[in-house]
């Protein structure tokens, strides 16, 4: 029962480097997002997937970009790491429509950017 | 655009003392209304999820309730222990929201031994 797992679980980038966080889930869940959390501000949204195959912004997107690989995988990546980036970076996934269905979080990425 | 409060932001209670914790929301067209705990640099743990047709889910000593037209759910925590000590995060779905999520800040439970 793995549910949803990120990785790496923690990374450190210089300023203007690369990265992508990885995010796979084993519950046949059709949609996919992913938040940031920061003190103060809560969980924010970045990118969901509805589902496969289409991906649409959240809250704050600028600076990422998103790729539903399959059903199971939901990537994110940045392109060019800033120092406002760093925070902590949670993946979840649900079933879209189902009522008893809630969403389920990874356990998390906690990224800085130096 | 929904938005959603939890009140008190933090508490602090004896061990064994009961828990009652608020959250509202603006919009009363919810699809359903879900309670998570974020322990210290932790991920968020799903504890209760409440479809918007009922009116309560109980889990062990967790009971939450729901009353859609007041735009309120209410988390109790029965006979509270120190392992209850987290951020409890209400969050709530629509469809007019794409069914993504709205969280509340959170309230920020300690338990004392």
């Known amino acids: 029962n793995a549910g949803v797992t990120q990785t790496p679980k923690f990374q450190v980038l210089k300023t203007g480097q690369s990265m992508t966080l990885q995010c796979a889930q084993d519950?046949?869940?059709?949609?996919m997002y992913w938040y940031r959390q920061d003190p103060g501000m809560g969980l924010r949204l970045i990118y969901y997937?509805?589902?496969?195959?289409?991906?649409d912004k959240g809250e704050v997107p600028n600076g990422y970009n998103v790729s539903r690989l399959n059903k199971r995988e939901f990537s994110l990546r940045l392109e060019s790491a800033a120092p406002s980036q760093t925070s902590v970076y949670f993946c979840?996934?649900?079933?879209?429509?189902?009522?008893?269905?809630?969403?389920?979080f990874g356990s998390g990425t906690r990224l800085t950017v130096v | 655009k929904q938005e959603v409060t939890q009140i008190p932001a933090a508490l602090s209670v004896p061990e064994g003392e009961n828990l009652v914790l608020n959250c509202s929301f603006t919009?009363?067209?919810?699809?359903?209304l879900q309670w998570f705990r974020q322990d210290p640099g932790k991920g968020l743990t799903s504890l209760l999820l409440?479809?918007?047709?009922?009116r309560e889910q109980t889990s062990g000593r967790l009971n939450a309730s729901l009353d859609k037209s007041s735009g309120r759910s209410t988390l109790y925590i029965a006979a509270s222990q120190p392992g209850d000590s987290a951020t409890y995060l209400c969050a709530v779905s629509s469809p007019f929201n794409d069914y993504k999520l709205s969280f509340g800040a959170g309230t920020t439970v300690t338990v004392r031994a």
């Open positions: 919009d009363s067209a919810i699809y359903n």
């Open positions: 519950m046949n869940h059709n949609s």
């Open positions: 409440i479809q918007s047709s009922q």
């Open positions: 979840a996934s649900s079933y879209r429509g189902g009522r008893n269905y809630g969403y389920t």
């Open positions: 997937s509805a589902s496969e195959g289409t991906t």
